[in-house]
């Protein structure tokens, strides 16, 4: 049964243990905003910060939070500061030059974590919400926030660490994992020009339709998939599969481009 093969695969699967969030600062209404859908509220974002928090923890995680950073608008999408896989943590660097610092904090964090922390360079920059990790593959869209330098660090240094990782040419999203999510079990959810990417040609693809594409983004926690609300056909697909979803509303950082994986680094 797919529910059965999907219980085997997560359990030879590394399971997430912590989770690391930042809190959304007051100053979120003045994020970086392309999707034209309004203004950030911030109590409704802090109310569905905390539900975020919430489902991560029903997933069994532990939770380490990161306060507020006034300075930094968008550092509540905590993702883009770090890759962290089973061996190393890998610190960013940001495209998007309003966003350069929120890193400082976080590499101070992950020291006490990983033994191993190494950084990408200038002229690279890396925003890890361009990268889908697949066992020990790592896929990296160039983006306006990823270039060339910055994934040739970036994949030197999980070869260092013994993974892999490729490029994928982009135009359509902001970021890679703004239309991908890898589910595990060789299942991916995707839309827009990723569903006829050759590299994505031998997944089992769950197909997101164009009125529903920011369901793309979702996460897929020890089993669970926590997916936003307001998309009917995607979640119902992701059932179909044989995955529990949990849907969050996830609105005031949609505003801002946000999605479920920017909020958090799980490891």
């Not at 059965?4 to 100053?27: G, N, Q, W, Y």
């Not at 999980?158 to 994992?177: A, C, F, P, Y």
């Not at 609300?229 to 996830?250: D, E, H, R």
Request: aromatic share 8%.
């Amino acid at each position: 049964m797919i529910e059965e093969t999907l219980d085997k695969d997560c359990a030879k699967r590394k399971m997430f243990t912590h989770a690391i969030v930042r809190t959304p600062p007051k100053s979120i209404i003045a994020g970086i905003a392309n999707a034209n859908l309004g203004v950030p509220d911030y109590e409704t974002a802090l109310q569905q910060h905390q539900n975020y928090v919430e489902a991560l923890q029903a997933c069994g995680l532990t939770i380490i939070t990161i306060p507020a950073a006034e300075d930094f608008p968008d550092s509540c999408f905590v993702e883009d500061t770090a890759l962290l896989t089973k061996r190393w943590a890998i610190i960013a660097r940001f495209g998007a030059r309003s966003r350069q610092g929120e890193e400082v904090e976080v590499r101070e964090l992950l020291r006490r974590y990983f033994n191993h922390v190494e950084s990408i360079e200038a002229p690279g920059t890396v925003e890890p919400g361009d990268i889908m990790m697949v066992g020990d593959h790592f896929y990296i869209g160039l983006s306006q926030r990823t270039n060339n330098a910055g994934a040739r660090q970036m994949i030197s240094l999980l070869e260092k660490q013994g993974s892999s990782g490729s490029t994928v040419e982009m135009s359509e999203m902001l970021h890679l994992k703004s239309g991908l999510s890898y589910l595990e079990n060789n299942v991916l959810v995707a839309c827009g020009e990723f569903l006829r990417k050759p590299e994505f040609a031998n997944f089992n693809l769950i197909s997101v339709d164009p009125d529903e594409a920011p369901a793309a983004n979702c996460i897929w926690v020890n089993g669970t998939v926590i997916a936003p609300i307001g998309f009917p056909k995607t979640i119902a697909k992701i059932k179909a599969a044989g995955y529990p979803v949990t849907p969050l509303n996830i609105s005031e950082f949609q505003k801002l481009d946000g999605g479920l994986s920017c909020l958090s680094l799980r490891f």
